[in-house]
């Protein structure tokens, strides 16, 4: 049911102080860290309506993370916004296809993967920005290649024209200590590192959540994935 104008107003107002404020603490969280690297805010809208998109957009945030892909492509049939949409999601191989309509893929976690959206890409004759979505902590309800497998990713991605290899992404543990955070996200640059190393671009860095964003980008982060900060609880 489409939302009331004056409730619509009312989160805008509400979505715009918190990106004022988040946008502070990231200014400050880049001064501690001494990465000097420039931050974009993905505001997360899964589970929220298009509303949200629209708030995030008029707020000022141009970049909009959904994690499946069922639940982006209605609200890109509803939101007019021109905003980027990030597929910050596990994606299945069967819909590689979805991949083409999304500004970065940020889940790329196997060759399997890899294979169907590079199939997907060269396709459409486009390329698809991705980023390698590692799982430093080695927990096993996390998705992301282990370092073991990273190597081979990195190498496998040059046969891949379709796929333009931006980063690596990653998830930290829930409510985990600082020092174990710290660990993580470190790892996740060590990923990026290695994927310079083998001959990619990547530049970025995806990481950090309502819960941790502020230690992510004083360990690097140049993506910021946020939900609950911007729009409340799930
Ligand atoms: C939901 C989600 C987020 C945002 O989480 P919040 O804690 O609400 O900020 C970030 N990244 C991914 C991959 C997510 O699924």
Redesign the pocket.
């Known amino acids: 049911m489409p939302i009331s104008d004056a409730t619509a107003q009312s989160i805008v107002a509400a979505v715009s102080s918190r990106v004022v404020e988040v946008r502070e603490r990231i200014a400050a969280a880049v001064a501690r860290g001494g990465h000097g690297q420039q931050v974009t805010l993905v505001a997360?809208t899964?589970t929220h309506g298009p509303e949200a998109v629209s708030a995030a957009f008029q707020a000022g945030v141009a970049d909009v993370?959904e994690?499946r892909v069922q639940e982006a492509e209605s609200k890109m049939s509803l939101v007019a916004d021109p905003v980027r949409w990030h597929l910050?999601?596990h994606l299945q191989r069967n819909k590689a296809k979805a991949a083409l309509r999304f500004a970065l893929v940020?889940g790329l976690d196997s060759e399997r993967l890899a294979q169907a959206l590079n199939a997907a890409a060269v396709d459409a004759n486009v390329t698809i920005p991705v980023l390698v979505q590692v799982n430093v902590s080695g927990e096993g309800s996390k998705s992301g290649v282990g370092r073991s497998g990273l190597q081979a990713l990195a190498g496998q991605l040059h046969l891949c024209p379709g796929l333009s290899v931006m980063g690596a992404m990653t998830?930290a543990p829930f409510d985990a200590a600082e020092s174990v955070l710290r660990e993580v996200f470190a790892g996740a640059r060590a990923a990026r590192e290695l994927l310079q190393g083998s001959g990619h671009a990547a530049p970025w860095l995806s990481m950090g959540?309502?819960?941790d964003y502020e230690v992510a980008v004083e360990e690097g982060a140049t993506h910021v994935?946020?939900?609950?900060?911007l729009f409340g609880g799930?």
């Open positions: 997360v899964k993370g994690n910050i999601g940020h998830m959540m309502s819960g994935r946020l939900g609950t900060i799930r």
